[in-house]
């Protein structure tokens, strides 16, 4: 290394270089702790999984303790069975007018005294539209969408599954045959069904 000169003394020399070392050595060590940094930040998870919206499709409702479920099922969890699963169905408003869309309400609970798990996934429910009276079945949610994606809850003692599905207002028939046509002014009533559990019916007027 070559010996520094110049009016003043070495030692004064070699501490500014050392300095000079230390400062470049602290950046150097900055920069590389922020590329770290910046890699990290990129590859972190993040983000809870989005769920597609469809209309006449089931999809689950949002809100904290709307879906208290996990969305897998345990290992050691028995399967629901229909006599440890009750269902209710809900309306979203008393009266639509002619042309709106009418938004029905599911909740399945988990009213065992133990842990369960089942597929609530919309292939496996069915909401069906009815006169008031009960004597004509105009749409059903698996009609013409029977094949929906799996949906496996792990329910504990008491805990609810809450799902959305909005009505087109427009019948149906098994295998989507016939023309769909828009049901005319009326009252009529909307049943949740999962497996072999059923809801009662829930009335509500269309004018």
Same mark, same amino acid.
């Given at each position: 290394?070559? %010996?520094?000169?110049?009016?003043?003394?070495? %030692? *004064?020399?070699?501490?500014?270089?050392? &300095?000079?070392?230390?400062?470049?050595?602290?950046?150097?060590?900055?920069? *590389?702790?922020?590329?770290?940094? #910046?890699?990290?930040? =990129?590859?972190?998870?993040?983000?809870?999984?989005?769920?597609?919206?469809?209309? /006449?499709?089931?999809?689950?409702?949002?809100?904290?303790?709307?879906?208290?479920?996990?969305?897998?099922? %345990?290992?050691?969890?028995?399967?629901?069975?229909?006599?440890?699963?009750?269902?209710?169905?809900? #309306?979203?408003?008393?009266?639509?007018?002619?042309? /709106?869309?009418?938004?029905?309400?599911?909740?399945?609970? @988990?009213?065992?005294?133990?842990?369960?798990?089942?597929?609530?996934?919309?292939?496996?429910?069915?909401?069906?539209?009815?006169?008031?009276?009960?004597?004509?079945?105009?749409? @059903?949610?698996?009609?013409?969408?029977?094949?929906?994606?799996?949906?496996?809850?792990?329910?504990?003692?008491?805990?609810?599954?809450? &799902?959305?599905?909005?009505?087109?207002?427009?019948?149906?028939?098994?295998?989507?045959? =016939?023309?769909?046509?828009?049901?005319?002014? =009326?009252?009529?009533?909307?049943?949740?069904?999962? =497996?072999?559990?059923?809801?009662?019916? /829930?009335?509500? @007027?269309?004018?």
């Amino acid at each position: 290394m070559l %010996e520094p000169t110049g009016p003043l003394p070495p %030692e *004064i020399y070699w501490r500014r270089r050392v &300095f000079a070392i230390g400062i470049l050595v602290l950046a150097l060590a900055l920069v *590389i702790w922020l590329v770290v940094m #910046v890699a990290r930040g =990129g590859t972190s998870p993040g983000g809870a999984a989005a769920t597609s919206t469809t209309t /006449e499709s089931n999809q689950p409702a949002g809100g904290p303790g709307a879906s208290a479920a996990s969305s897998s099922a %345990e290992s050691d969890v028995a399967p629901c069975s229909d006599q440890s699963l009750a269902v209710k169905v809900s #309306v979203g408003q008393p009266t639509y007018r002619k042309g /709106e869309q009418p938004v029905f309400g599911i909740v399945i609970t @988990n009213i065992s005294a133990a842990p369960c798990s089942r597929d609530m996934g919309s292939g496996m429910q069915q909401i069906s539209v009815q006169t008031l009276d009960g004597t004509r079945r105009l749409w @059903n949610s698996v009609d013409c969408y029977p094949d929906g994606q799996p949906d496996i809850r792990t329910l504990e003692r008491g805990q609810q599954a809450a &799902f959305t599905v909005t009505w087109s207002g427009s019948t149906s028939q098994p295998s989507c045959a =016939g023309e769909r046509v828009p049901v005319p002014a =009326g009252a009529y009533a909307v049943l949740a069904q999962l =497996g072999g559990v059923r809801s009662t019916a /829930e009335p509500f @007027n269309i004018g």
